[in-house]
């Protein structure tokens, strides 16, 4: 009996460290660590690499908080409430859906994002994704709710804007991989295309490797991860993927990578794109950092949007 209740012991401690190390990994993978009071103010994304962009940043910034715009908001399939900024080009063109990327907001992430809609004649809806900004939430799930959430926006632009508008999913980062995720369901005829800015092939890849990054064993913590994100986070990190998505994808889809970007790796959107069964097109951008290849190379990024969607009939300019 003795060795009975020795027996029981190990084996509650091992399922009590075992949960504890879950919830130490949710907590620093998924858990949002948003202020509590959230700033309309422009702030650059941490890290060296955006410095030297500093000032060209915050004139689109500032830029942005002086157009026109409209906040909206919808209801998420679990109830947060998600909210967005409407800015429109002209009455009638075309809207980017823009998603940012991992505990970021739209403004910050995007920027740039509205003048470069304005440059090809459209509009631009920039959404706060779950967890961030000033939508509602504490989880990020790294595409697999926000994939639900991006389906969501769409329905919402079709009753908002009219049965005609013609939608271009947008996203960067963890949003870029949202979007193609999204696109991987049936859409509506309103969605004509899709534009990924350095996206991750999938949440399991990138925990990997950022996992190495942190000079940890990634085969033997990746487990932890995923069972904090089931246990903690109520939903399954596996469950979807850019890489799997971008294979049932039917609109034309337009890929962009830094190739200096050491954050996700510029070979997870060349995956993406090799495994995408649609129109598809690869732009990687020399010396460009994470997120960086507009910035970097503002003038052929625009010509080669413009050029992409032309050749694939999606209009750049309201007629």
């Given at each position: 009996?003795?060795?009975?209740?020795?027996?029981?012991?190990?084996?509650?401690?091992?399922?009590?460290?075992?949960?504890?190390?879950?919830?130490?990994?949710?907590?620093?993978?998924?858990?949002?660590?948003?202020?509590?009071?959230?700033?309309?103010?422009?702030?650059?994304?941490?890290?060296?690499?955006?410095?030297?962009?500093?000032?060209?940043?915050?004139?689109?910034?500032?830029?942005?908080?002086?157009?026109?715009?409209?906040?909206?908001?919808?209801?998420?399939?679990?109830?947060?409430?998600?909210?967005?900024?409407?800015?429109?080009?002209?009455?009638?063109?075309?809207?980017?859906?823009?998603?940012?990327?991992?505990?970021?907001?739209?403004?910050?992430?995007?920027?740039?994002?509205?003048?470069?809609?304005?440059?090809?004649?459209?509009?631009?809806?920039?959404?706060?994704?779950?967890?961030?900004?000033?939508?509602?939430?504490?989880?990020?799930?790294?595409?697999?709710?926000?994939?639900?959430?991006?389906?969501?926006?769409?329905?919402?632009?079709?009753?908002?804007?009219?049965?005609?508008?013609?939608?271009?999913?947008?996203g960067i980062s963890m949003g870029a991989s949202t979007v193609l995720m999204a696109?991987?369901?049936?859409?509506?005829?309103?969605?004509?295309?899709?534009?990924?800015?350095?996206?991750?092939?999938?949440?399991?890849?990138?925990?990997?490797?950022?996992?190495?990054?942190?000079?940890?064993?990634?085969?033997?913590?990746?487990?932890?991860?995923?069972?904090?994100?089931?246990?903690?986070?109520?939903?399954?990190?596996?469950?979807?993927?850019?890489?799997?998505?971008?294979?049932?994808?039917?609109?034309?889809?337009?890929?962009?990578?830094?190739?200096?970007?050491?954050?996700?790796?510029?070979?997870?959107?060349?995956?993406?794109?090799?495994?995408?069964?649609?129109?598809?097109?690869?732009?990687?951008?020399?010396?460009?950092?994470?997120?960086?290849?507009?910035?970097?190379?503002?003038?052929?990024?625009?010509?080669?949007?413009?050029?992409?969607?032309?050749?694939?009939?999606?209009?750049?300019?309201?007629?």
């Amino acid at each position: 009996m003795k060795f009975l209740y020795i027996g029981l012991g190990i084996a509650f401690f091992i399922v009590l460290m075992v949960l504890l190390i879950s919830f130490v990994c949710f907590r620093i993978a998924f858990f949002s660590k948003r202020e509590k009071e959230v700033s309309d103010e422009f702030s650059l994304p941490d890290g060296e690499i955006y410095k030297a962009y500093k000032d060209v940043m915050q004139k689109w910034a500032d830029e942005v908080y002086g157009t026109e715009t409209e906040r909206v908001e919808i209801t998420s399939f679990d109830g947060l409430t998600l909210r967005g900024k409407f800015y429109e080009y002209k009455k009638g063109a075309p809207i980017e859906l823009m998603l940012h990327g991992y505990r970021g907001t739209a403004e910050r992430d995007l920027c740039g994002g509205v003048q470069r809609c304005f440059a090809l004649g459209r509009s631009a809806l920039l959404v706060d994704q779950r967890g961030c900004g000033h939508s509602d939430g504490k989880i990020i799930s790294f595409g697999i709710k926000e994939k639900r959430d991006c389906l969501d926006w769409i329905d919402f632009m079709i009753n908002h804007f009219g049965s005609d508008v013609k939608i271009i999913l947008t996203g960067i980062s963890m949003g870029a991989s949202t979007v193609l995720m999204a696109a991987g369901e049936e859409l509506p005829e309103n969605v004509v295309g899709v534009l990924a800015d350095c996206g991750f092939t999938s949440a399991k890849e990138i925990m990997k490797k950022v996992i190495k990054d942190m000079n940890l064993p990634p085969n033997l913590s990746y487990p932890f991860v995923k069972l904090g994100a089931r246990l903690y986070g109520g939903f399954n990190i596996e469950e979807n993927s850019a890489k799997e998505a971008v294979k049932r994808i039917k609109v034309p889809v337009i890929f962009f990578h830094g190739e200096s970007d050491d954050f996700v790796p510029c070979d997870m959107s060349k995956e993406n794109y090799k495994e995408c069964a649609a129109p598809k097109k690869l732009i990687t951008v020399a010396g460009a950092g994470h997120g960086l290849s507009f910035p970097v190379d503002e003038k052929n990024y625009l010509k080669e949007v413009a050029d992409f969607f032309d050749n694939n009939g999606v209009p750049t300019k309201v007629l």
